[in-house]
């Protein structure tokens, strides 16, 4: 596996994804049992941006500024979106913190005070859910790439209520589930790498459908020609699925690389596509990057 999130940390289809982890974290907190959240391809936890520059040989066009820089500075963002961009603050100045304090190593540390156009430091999703988490909450975290896994022991490895695993989160489901909450979140968030990746994902939600029916699953994917979302979702539809929700942005139809993403989201909180709609259609017009921009939130399989 030779993908590196970090060149892509904080981009859009970040920015998508996060924000809307956000407000099914949110949602299924209104009820004060606690949850599991079970994420499978967990990454490193968080992201220094200043790293996005570099590539393993050449300098890179980062891609923050089209993601997270685009909202940084905004004054007019939906509730959840505030909420998701509040917390990713949070991160970026606790992590400056643990820099000025030599805690942390920085490519590029900003010692100035100065108001910065972006944040420095982003949280990937395993440090949202951790900032998220009440204390009845609980983090299980898979990632397989040694390097990667690695660094996000360092980083949450001595969290309470938070277990990493050195493992194929692929497994995580039949694993981890069901749990003693009773309740889960399960974020599917491969990098869609392999030919195979389609196949892995209906066996993950396959394993978790049959031990924790009433779970929440979310699956990430991105709108590309390798993804063959079309073939996904198609053989997601033999599960007999309960409610399942597409949440979808698309910030260039015509792109040759990435058109955009979404998130397949099985038994969503009640009402959810209501809660993020505004949200759904604020992101597609602040992060469209041509003509033809927009969002969309069918049911795959309706809400009864």
Request: aromatic share 8%; glycine share 8%.
């Amino acid at each position: 596996m030779n993908y590196r999130h970090h060149f892509h940390a904080g981009n859009f289809a970040d920015v998508v994804k996060h924000a809307l982890v956000v407000a099914l974290v949110r949602g299924m907190q209104r009820k004060p049992r606690g949850c599991l959240f079970l994420d499978t391809h967990a990454g490193r936890g968080g992201y220094d941006l200043t790293e996005a520059v570099t590539g393993d040989t050449l300098p890179r066009q980062p891609e923050y500024p089209d993601g997270i820089g685009r909202l940084w500075g905004r004054s007019d963002l939906p509730p959840p979106l505030a909420d998701y961009v509040a917390l990713v603050r949070t991160f970026d100045q606790a992590s400056e913190r643990m820099v000025r304090k030599g805690l942390l190593d920085s490519v590029a540390a900003d010692r100035s005070g100065t108001v910065r156009p972006f944040p420095h430091f982003y949280p990937g999703s395993p440090w949202l859910l951790r900032l998220l988490a009440r204390p009845q909450d609980r983090l299980v975290l898979y990632e397989r790439h040694p390097e990667e896994c690695e660094a996000l022991r360092i980083s949450l490895g001595r969290e309470d209520r938070v277990s990493v695993h050195a493992r194929d989160g692929y497994g995580a489901p039949a694993a981890a589930l069901p749990p003693p909450e009773k309740r889960a979140l399960v974020l599917i968030d491969p990098p869609f790498e392999d030919a195979g990746e389609g196949a892995r994902i209906v066996g993950a939600l396959r394993d978790g459908l049959r031990r924790s029916p009433a779970a929440t699953y979310a699956i990430w994917y991105p709108l590309t020609v390798r993804a063959q979302v079309g073939a996904l979702l198609a053989s997601l539809g033999e599960l007999a699925l309960p409610p399942t929700l597409q949440a979808e942005t698309v910030v260039d139809p015509d792109s040759p690389r990435i058109r955009g993403c979404g998130l397949l989201i099985v038994n969503p909180p009640w009402h959810f596509d209501r809660d993020v709609a505004p949200m759904m259609s604020y992101l597609a017009a602040v992060l469209g990057q041509a003509p033809g921009a927009r969002s969309q939130l069918p049911w795959l399989v309706p809400e009864v």
